[in-house]
């Protein structure tokens, strides 16, 4: 099993920056792609960023290229979430998920095996 576990989320004004984390932990951790996620009340999960095991595949979201940067250190088994310019539209739950095929990063969570708790973005206006 994998364990996903995010920190860093909470409140910031409009214009403003956070940085997620997501520590994985578990004995078949492995070269897992992982992704970032959002979700609002009443919405559908919404693709933000994933990142291969090696950094040579990374997509992103519409709604956030030129503002969110993904990033991860493989040797703290830790992807980020570097979120600057946030808008009230970021606000949303975030999710850290990990995919157990390396590779591709896809966009459809129905790809990723594994699912953190989530953290909490407030951007206010």
């Known amino acids: 099993q994998v364990q996903l576990v995010e920190s860093g989320g909470g409140l910031v004004q409009a214009g403003g920056s956070l940085r997620l984390s997501c520590a994985a932990s578990?004995?078949?951790?492995?070269?897992?792609?992982m992704g970032w996620f959002r979700q609002t009340p009443g919405k559908e999960r919404e693709f933000v960023a994933a990142?291969?095991?090696?950094?040579?595949?990374?997509n992103y979201g519409d709604s956030v290229k030129g503002r969110f940067t993904i990033s991860r250190d493989n040797a703290k088994r830790t992807v980020y979430l570097q979120m600057n310019s946030l808008k009230p539209e970021d606000t949303a739950v975030y999710y850290c998920?990990?995919?157990?095929?390396?590779?591709?990063?896809?966009?459809?969570?129905?790809?990723?095996?594994?699912w953190g708790q989530g953290t909490q973005v407030t951007v206010s206006s």
């Open positions: 998920a990990a995919r157990n095929v390396p590779g591709a990063t896809p966009l459809r969570e129905d790809e990723y095996n594994y």
């Open positions: 578990g004995r078949t951790f492995g070269r897992y792609v």
């Open positions: 990142i291969s095991w090696s950094a040579d595949s990374i």
